[in-house]
């Protein structure tokens, strides 16, 4: 198929993208790598008047480490996030993460502000974001705001970010020294979005696991940061047991639908198996670096 007729803006600079959806509104859509955007306007699945490309922007690409926060402009792409020295000596488990997401070329296109404003529920850095308390920056006309990304993805393909705002910046703290971290996903073939994934971090403090964040996707119509679990972690040793009656607690906390790709049973089979992987993962990594 093709799209539907549509005007094409490319900006110049984020004030002139900014107004340019300003006086457009909802008919308006940016578009960056292009690689959420064009397949489904190619589908009839998005058709707006407009389209705002941002892809030329250079100055909203940089990776960097400032102040122990973890500095992302927008545009950078997934490799250039992936393979920077910055992503991996501040966020680590970003870069795992990585490695499960896409392939190579789509990677080289895509950018990580598209990726998480189109919100696919079954897209990974939405779960590792959140899971890694980042926070987006958002401009608009009437100025700048910061969402924490646990109140940035609303649903299903909706965002914080308004019809006349652009996503600008992630912002990612920079993980503690001997933290453990873990992301798993099973998916049809490589490079597919995930049926299941999970992601867990956590530190261990005098035999205690503390600062536990522990999420899946697939177990439900959004990303889950399952908080359940985690407060069932928090302060407790990190025994065997615990980890398998967490890894039930995240299956009876799921609730999965069927669909082209696997039912809701298998889903919450890859649910069970898939987090007491990634906890246990996680506790081993803490275990490896002397923090038990």
């Known amino acids: 198929m093709k799209p539907w ?20 509104g909802e008919g308006a859509r940016l578009l960056a790598g292009g690689q959420s955007l064009i397949p489904m306007m190619n589908l009839g699945l998005a058709t707006p008047d407009l389209v705002v490309d941002v892809g030329n922007l250079s100055d909203l690409a940089y990776v960097l480490v400032e102040d ?31 490695h499960s997401v896409a392939h190579h070329t789509i990677r080289n296109r895509g950018t990580l502000g598209g990726n998480i404003c189109h919100a696919d529920p079954a897209s990974e850095m939405p779960l590792v974001l959140t899971l890694l308390d980042a926070s987006m920056v958002i401009r608009g006309a009437r100025g700048e705001r910061v969402v924490a990304a646990g109140n940035f993805f609303i649903d299903a393909f909706e965002t914080e970010v308004e019809p006349a705002e652009m996503l600008t910046e992630i912002r990612i703290p920079a993980q503690a020294a001997g933290e453990g971290y873990a992301f798993e996903e099973m998916s049809q073939r490589k490079g597919d979005f995930a049926i299941v994934s999970a992601g867990c971090r ?20 959004q990303t889950r940061r399952m908080s359940v679990v985690e407060a069932k972690l928090e302060g407790a040793g990190p025994d065997d ?8 607690l995240a299956v009876v906390n799921s609730d999965p639908s069927d669909d082209i790709h696997a039912d809701a049973a298998y889903r919450l089979d890859l649910v069970r198996t898939m987090s007491r992987r990634v906890l246990a993962a996680a506790v081993r990594m803490t275990a490896k670096q002397g923090a038990l």
């Open 5 to 24: 007729p549509f005007e094409y803006h490319r900006a110049n600079s984020i004030e002139d993208a900014i107004a340019t959806l300003g006086r457009h």
């Open 202 to 221: 956590l530190s261990i403090r005098k035999g205690q696991m503390t600062n536990v964040r522990f999420g899946l996707t697939g177990a439900g119509a």
């Open 68 to 98: 122990g926060v973890l500095r992302i402009g927008a545009l950078a792409t997934h490799n250039t996030i992936m393979e920077a020295d910055a992503s991996a000596s501040a966020c680590p488990m970003l870069v795992v993460a990585y």
């Open 241 to 248: 047991r615990l980890l398998a009656e967490a890894a039930e």
